[in-house]
């Protein structure tokens, strides 16, 4: 059975407003059958360093621990690929069956021009 779960840090500083909103999409997407992973849009910003930023809720159904150690990840929106980084992350580790936010940020120079603020999707880029 999928488990919503909270980084530390995240657990301490998200806004009760966020922290329902995240819930709510969790509850609405924790049923589904697949057995991969999958990166549900929560939201979208450009920071101040013109960086690119994807909040989702990352779910792995699978059996195995997810971990970000030199994964590359794609931003798209359709078929076109707006941006890609290779993402290691020490403090991001899903267990199976885990759902847990979190936000990836995109630097500057790896985004595709008209990749901001459009609805897209993240995937692990294999």
Request: proline share 5%; glycine share 2%; charged share 25%.
């Amino acid at each position: 059975m999928q488990k919503l779960q909270w980084e530390k840090s995240w657990d301490k500083a998200v806004a009760t407003q966020d922290r329902e909103q995240i819930e709510l999409i969790f509850l609405k997407t924790k049923d589904l059958m697949i057995e991969d992973i999958l990166f549900t849009p929560i939201r979208e910003a450009i920071n101040y360093k013109k960086e690119f930023l994807v909040t989702v809720l990352v779910h792995n159904f699978t059996d195995q621990e997810l971990i970000f150690d030199q994964t590359r990840l794609v931003y798209a929106i359709g078929n076109e690929i707006k941006a890609r980084h290779l993402f290691t992350i020490p403090m991001l580790i899903i267990p199976p069956k885990a759902s847990m936010p979190w936000t990836f940020i995109f630097p500057k120079h790896n985004l595709e021009e008209g990749a901001r603020s459009l609805r897209g999707f993240i995937l692990i880029d294999k």
